[in-house]
Nanobody, 122 residues
Framework: QVQLVESGGGTVQAGDSRRRSCVASGRTSSRYAMGWFRQSTGEEREFVAGIRWNGGYTIYADSVKGRFPISRDTVKNTVYLQMNSLQPEDTAVYYC???????????????WGQGTQVTVSS
């Protein structure tokens, strides 16, 4: 069992930056790939970014590529999503998730965080 606890949500202005954090705990949590997803009101949950367990591979959605770098600290067992140049269309509930592989497929992620709202005002 893996537990994921997120932090770093809130309301920001367009153009601002915000860093999301997700701490993983559990006996084998450090071996999981981690991903970030988001869900806007009335929309399906969509993939944002993913990273292999050792940080050696990353994958991004086209909508955030170059703006939202993902990283992880294997000592702290924490994954980060640095959200830069935020726009109102980035407003969503953001979730971190754990999977055996760094993939953009929602169905491959086995464990999920509680989700945290990020609101970008114009």
């Amino acid at each position: 069992q893996v537990q994921l606890v997120e932090s770093g949500g809130g309301t920001v202005q367009a153009g601002d930056s915000r860093r999301r954090s997700c701490v993983a705990s559990g006996r084998t949590s450090s071996r999981y790939a981690m991903g970030w997803f988001r869900q806007s009101t009335g929309e399906e949950r969509e993939f944002v970014a993913g990273i292999r367990w050792n940080g050696g591979y990353t994958i991004y959605a086209d909508s955030v590529k170059g703006r939202f770098p993902i990283s992880r600290d294997t000592v702290k067992n924490t994954v980060y999503l640095q959200m830069n140049s935020l726009q109102p269309e980035d407003t969503a509930v953001y979730y971190c998730a754990a999977s055996w592989s760094a993939t953009d497929s929602n169905n491959e992620y086995r464990y999920w965080g509680q989700g945290t709202q990020v609101t970008v005002s114009s």
